[in-house]
């Protein structure tokens, strides 16, 4: 079953809000919450699963509890536009791991990237020996984040 076919109705967006504040949350309580018995409420997330809707379970961590404190969005302009050049600069910088966020955007930049690091000197270390030895970069512009205000993975 396509998801294009499929639109989730109130019960399903119900459990989908549910699973994004509490995805541990058992199958018996999403049910008591939304009024509809376990079997049919499995039936609906498995689906969800099937079809795409729900991509994975995951564990929000607080970045500054494990050493990551500095948040850098980092804009790139590639030198080149072209197939070749894009398809590259993106295989490589999906390898790093300081990179938790990465678009393709419109406008004077045609990435920005969501870079996590201890520190300053982490940063700058990463910018200089790994960011900036790729391939392709024309130009790049790094914001320092001093604080965050909100972060959220809830879209419901």
Do not use: W
């Not at 030198?79 to 790093?96: C, D, P, Q």
Request: net charge positive.
């Amino acid at each position: 079953m396509p998801t294009e076919n499929y639109t989730p109705d109130e019960k399903d967006l119900s459990i989908l809000r549910i699973l994004q504040k509490d995805a541990k949350m058992s199958i018996r309580d999403i049910s008591a919450r939304i009024n509809l018995s376990p079997t049919p409420t499995h039936e609906r997330i498995k689906r969800m699963e099937k079809l795409g809707i729900i991509k994975e379970y995951t564990t929000v961590v607080d970045r500054k509890k494990v050493n990551k404190g500095m948040m850098v969005i980092c804009m790139i302009a590639l030198n080149l536009h072209n197939k070749k050049t894009a398809g590259k600069f993106i295989e490589e910088v999906g390898k790093l791991k300081e990179v938790v966020e990465f678009y393709n955007i419109s406008g004077d930049f045609d990435f920005m990237l969501k870079i996590l690091a201890p520190n300053m000197d982490e940063f700058h270390e990463f910018f200089i020996n790994k960011l900036s030895e790729i391939e392709g970069i024309g130009q790049t512009k790094s914001i320092f984040v001093m604080s965050s205000i909100k972060e959220s993975a809830q879209i419901l």
